[in-house]
């Protein structure tokens, strides 16, 4: 129950988190849980080759788009072949992006076998539900939604970046 609440709150931060969600928290708490070793386990046992695949990504496939308030990480899969992760190892690189100052909208991009994905999450009132059902297929909550393009891995970032640069998220 813990860990469903720890990874669907980001650690209880995201505004879905609720009152109750902390009450609910406290009370496994005083029924003894770990939550230490729990976030420990969940969030602090990379291996280096997994940190090594996060270092690259930041460095040379993440994009910023400040006019849009925007971010994108772009893998395809010779970037996920060079580093041999797998798709646990991609987990939350897509909120990497809002982390950053002013940025509400982040975009991942992979290329997955034969079909592309993404991920979408944002803060504050841009709807990404409505973006990706809209432009790619998919859908999901508010501020955390997936989609897929039926297009190449090239043409669907270069679609994304027109798509955004026609909208303007704020």
Known sequence: IYT????DTGSLRFPVTTADTHRM????????????KIHEHIYDCWDIKRMHFLGYVLLEKMEIFPQYHAGLISLSRKDIKLFGVN??????LVNYPLSIANIR??????????EVKLSFRSKGDFDVNTFARQHFNGGGHFNASGGRATESFTDTVTLFKQILSDIHPR
Do not use: N
């Open 105 to 114: 909208f982040a975009t991942m991009i992979t290329e997955r076998g034969d």
């Open 4 to 7: 469903g609440a720890l990874t």
């Open 87 to 92: 798709t646990g190892d991609m987990e939350g």
């Open 25 to 36: 928290v406290a009370d496994l708490m005083t029924r003894g849980l770990e939550h230490a």
